[in-house]
Nanobody, 125 residues
Framework: VQLQASGRGLVQAGGSLRLSCAASGRTIDTYTVAWFRQALGKEREFVAAIRSRGGTTYYADSVKGRFTISRQNAKNTVYLQMYSLRPEDTATYYC???????????????????WGQGTLVTVSS
C-alpha cells in the first residue's frame, strides 16, 4: 500500500483546510486509517482515525469538534477536514493505514504499517 498525502497550505488562524490521503497498490476499505502530526521539535501525535467497518471515528482532544475524518472508499481516499485552525495546529501531517488494528489501539502510531510522506500545514496568527 502506498499513501499519498496532499492539501498542504498556509492559512490564517480561524481558517479551514482539507487534507487528502490517497491510497494505491490495494484498496484500503478494510483498513483503519489515521492522521498523525508532528510539529517542529515535538513528538509525533495522534490526530484522528477512522475504522473500516462502521466507520467509527476517534479524535485527539485538541482537535475534537474542529476536525472531521472521513473516507470515500470508491476513491480509496481518506480526508481530514480541518476547521477553526489555530497556530498550534501547525505541523507536518501524516496519514497512516493498517489492517487488523483493534479499536483500543487506533490511536497508537506503531500499529500502522503504511505511512504517507507527510504534508505541511502552517497556521499563522
Amino acid at each position: 500500500v502506498q499513501l499519498q498525502a496532499s492539501g498542504r497550505g498556509l492559512v490564517q488562524a480561524g481558517g479551514s483546510l482539507r487534507l487528502s490521503c490517497a491510497a494505491s497498490g490495494r484498496t484500503i476499505d478494510t483498513y483503519t486509517v489515521a492522521w498523525f502530526r508532528q510539529a517542529l521539535g515535538k513528538e509525533r501525535e495522534f490526530v484522528a482515525a477512522i475504522r473500516s467497518r462502521g466507520g467509527t471515528t476517534y479524535y485527539a482532544d485538541s482537535v475534537k469538534g474542529r476536525f472531521t475524518i472521513s473516507r470515500q472508499n470508491a476513491k480509496n481516499t481518506v480526508y481530514l477536514q480541518m476547521y477553526s485552525l489555530r497556530p498550534e495546529d501547525t505541523a507536518t501531517y501524516y496519514c497512516a493505514a493498517g489492517a487488523g488494528i483493534i479499536a483500543s489501539s487506533s490511536t497508537t502510531a506503531r500499529m500502522y504499517a503504511y505511512w504517507g510522506q507527510g504534508t505541511l500545514v502552517t497556521v499563522s496568527s
